[in-house]
Structures are given as structure tokens and as C-alpha cells.
């Protein structure tokens, strides 16, 4: 089992960027892939970027191609996503999430594993 914990998210002016961080418990990191998803207010839950167990590869939703990286350190047992040029349509409840398959899917139903969240609020 992994237990997640975000943390990072705080009050940004459009424009600027954040770096949100998912500290995991385990010895077992490596095992999992991890995704990043948000949901914005009223909205359902969507996904961001995802990264694969060794961080080889990586996927990213289209409207943050471009400014939002994914990494992650299996010695620290985190996963980061740097966001840069946020934008106010950003502003969500951002959530990490670990999958044990193999190809970094993304469908929020494919993790098994999730945390809390943590909230990204961009001001125009």
C-alpha cells in the first residue's frame, strides 16, 4: 500500500509559477507510476501529467503541454510537477496518485492509490 501527501499548492498571480510536491511512504516507490490530476470547482476530476516508474516516460494533458513538468526523485520517494505560466483556468484541487501498471495510464480509475490534495488558486 502507498500513502500520498501533497503539498506546494498556495495563491499565484496568473503568470506565475509553482511547484507542487507528493511525498510517498513505502519502500516501493519505484513499483508504481504516478499521475497528477485536478478538479476544479464543479467540475469533475481531470488529468494533468503522469510519469512512469523510472521516469523515462512521460504524458501530459494538452492544455498544459508546455508549461507544467512532471519528475520524480525514487530516492526521496516524491513526484514534483513544476507549473509555470499559470493561468486563472488552472486554479483546482490538484491530487497525486499511484498506478501499478505498467504503461502510465490516464484515466483516474487506472490509480490506485491517492492523496488528499492540494489547492492551486491562480488570481488574474
Known amino acids: 500500500q502507498v500513502q500520498l501527501v501533497e503539498s506546494g499548492g498556495g495563491l499565484v498571480q496568473a503568470g506565475g509559477s509553482l511547484r507542487l510536491s507528493c511525498a510517498a511512504s513505502?519502500?516501493?516507490?519505484?513499483?508504481?507510476?504516478l499521475g497528477w490530476f485536478r478538479q476544479p470547482p464543479g467540475k469533475e476530476r481531470e488529468f494533468v501529467a503522469t510519469?512512469?516508474?523510472?521516469?523515462?516516460?512521460?504524458r501530459y494533458a494538452e492544455s498544459v503541454k508546455g508549461r507544467f513538468t512532471i519528475s520524480r526523485d525514487n530516492a526521496k520517494n516524491t513526484v514534483y510537477l513544476q507549473m509555470n505560466s499559470l493561468k486563472p483556468e488552472d486554479t483546482a484541487n490538484y491530487y497525486c496518485?499511484?498506478?501499478?501498471?505498467?504503461?502510465?495510464?490516464?484515466?483516474?480509475?487506472?490509480?490506485?492509490?491517492w492523496g488528499q490534495g492540494t489547492q492551486v488558486t491562480v488570481s488574474s
Open positions: 496518485a499511484a498506478t501499478p501498471r505498467v504503461s502510465i495510464p490516464t484515466g483516474p480509475n487506472s490509480y490506485a492509490y
Open positions: 513505502g519502500r516501493t516507490f519505484s513499483s508504481y507510476g
Open positions: 510519469i512512469s516508474r523510472f521516469g523515462r516516460d512521460t
